[in-house]
Structures are given as C-alpha cells and as structure tokens.
C-alpha cells in the first residue's frame, strides 16, 4: 500500500512539472482579409513552412479525457509525418494558455497503438491551413469550411501582442472557442449569429 501511495504521488508530482515546463500559450483571431493579412505577414519577414490539408482525429476512452478537461489528438498534415499530442486542461489568463506535449508518429501505427489501448477516435474536423515562422514564433492562418479565415499566433503573451499590433488586429475579433466548438456552433444556427456569438460592430480599437 505504502509503495503505490508512493508511485502515486511520484505521478502527481510529475504530471505538475510537466504541465508547467511544457506550457502552449496562444491567441486566435477571425480574419475578414486574408490577402491583407497575408501581405503584411510577409512584410514582417515571416516564412512560410508548411502549407496543405490538415485533418484531425480526437481521441477518447468512454469520455474520460473530456471529463479531465484533456485532449488526446493525432493530426495529418498533408503528405508529412503525423503529429500526437495531449492537452491539458486549460489554465486562466488572457490567452489560451494549456499543457501541450507533442511528438511526431508514424500515422498508421500511432493509430493502432491508440485502438489497441481501447482508445476511439471521438471527433474529427478538418483544415486548410499555412504555418509560418515569424522570429521564434509559430503562426498560422487556417481556413474552415462554413466559419471562413482565423489566424493563430503561438508564443509569450508579450510576442503574441505585439504581433497583433503590428498586424493591427482588433481585440473584437480574437475568437476564444475552439475549432471543433466553432464547427459544432456553426451547424446549429445562422452563419452571421453563431460565428460571431452576436452581431459586431467594428470600433477601430487595436490589440494592446
């Protein structure tokens, strides 16, 4: 008894270093006009690294990751290898901030192993999308059929604002739901009302 107490809370105490030396931080916003936003991308020196389909498989045992608050997903970017990656719950602040823990797999094996563990795949939801390098940052522009064009920037809080000034995007379009949230909205209601949560009016205001 003494030693499984002991392994147990060896994993606790783990799983917590984990979830704060392997940290996502990023913010996600509603693009009106990708070909502007492109442009000035690019004039900021950003390079493009990859660019293509992308499809999404969600991973779950009888919703017991969901109930944690964890994501389990295997992901298929064009013709590249695929990517694992579990999620932790999300943590408080201004940006969507969460434990991530990636590593790139063998597509058709990597399934297997989850099946084999009595994983089912629970959700999929595919996009388009183009990721760039912009200094030490990662960003993306992402397109989903019915919900249009946003753009991801992933990095520290004070990388992910000043992006977002220098390409001047407005505090009213960051979007805080998730892809498969926006996709599930998306098909129970008016395009105009579910995207946007309720009718917008622009006022100028920049990201700060």
């Given at each position: 008894?003494?030693?499984?107490?002991?392994?147990?809370?060896?994993?606790?105490?783990?799983?917590?270093?984990?979830?704060?030396?392997?940290?996502?931080?990023?913010?996600?916003?509603?693009?009106?006009?990708?070909?502007?936003?492109?442009?000035?991308?690019?004039?900021?020196?950003?390079?493009?690294?990859?660019?293509?389909?992308?499809?999404?498989?969600?991973?779950?045992?009888?919703?017991?990751?969901?109930?944690?608050?964890?994501?389990l997903r295997l992901r298929r970017h064009g013709e590249d290898?695929?990517?694992?990656?579990?999620?932790?719950?999300?943590?408080?602040?201004?940006?969507?901030?969460?434990?991530?823990?990636?590593?790139?797999?063998?597509?058709?094996?990597?399934?297997?192993?989850?099946?084999?563990?009595?994983?089912?795949?629970?959700?999929?939801?595919?996009?388009?999308?183009?990721?760039?390098?912009?200094?030490?940052?990662?960003?993306?522009?992402?397109?989903?059929?019915?919900?249009?064009?946003?753009?991801?920037?992933?990095?520290?809080?004070?990388?992910?604002?000043?992006?977002?000034?220098?390409?001047?995007?407005?505090?009213?379009?960051?979007?805080?739901?998730?892809?498969?949230?926006?996709?599930?909205?998306?098909?129970?209601?008016?395009?105009?009302?579910?995207?946007?949560?309720?009718?917008?009016?622009?006022?100028?205001?920049?990201?700060?």
């Amino acid at each position: 008894m003494a030693k499984q107490k002991l392994e147990q809370y060896l994993t606790r105490q783990f799983e917590k270093h984990v979830a704060r030396t392997t940290v996502e931080i990023e913010q996600k916003y509603r693009v009106s006009d990708v070909d502007s936003l492109r442009k000035k991308l690019i004039r900021l020196g950003a390079r493009k690294s990859t660019k293509g389909y992308e499809r999404n498989e969600l991973f779950d045992m009888d919703g017991a990751l969901r109930r944690q608050g964890r994501k389990l997903r295997l992901r298929r970017h064009g013709e590249d290898k695929a990517v694992l990656t579990l999620k932790g719950p999300r943590q408080g602040g201004l940006h969507k901030t969460r434990m991530e823990i990636e590593t790139r797999v063998d597509y058709e094996p990597a399934k297997r192993i989850l099946e084999l563990l009595s994983f089912r795949v629970s959700e999929t939801y595919s996009k388009l999308r183009e990721e760039y390098k912009l200094g030490s940052c990662t960003v993306c522009l992402d397109y989903i059929a019915q919900c249009g064009w946003f753009f991801e920037i992933e990095g520290t809080p004070k990388q992910i604002n000043e992006i977002a000034r220098k390409l001047e995007l407005n505090d009213l379009d960051r979007e805080h739901r998730s892809y498969r949230k926006l996709i599930k909205q998306q098909l129970l209601g008016p395009p105009m009302m579910r995207l946007g949560g309720r009718p917008r009016a622009r006022t100028g205001r920049k990201a700060q």
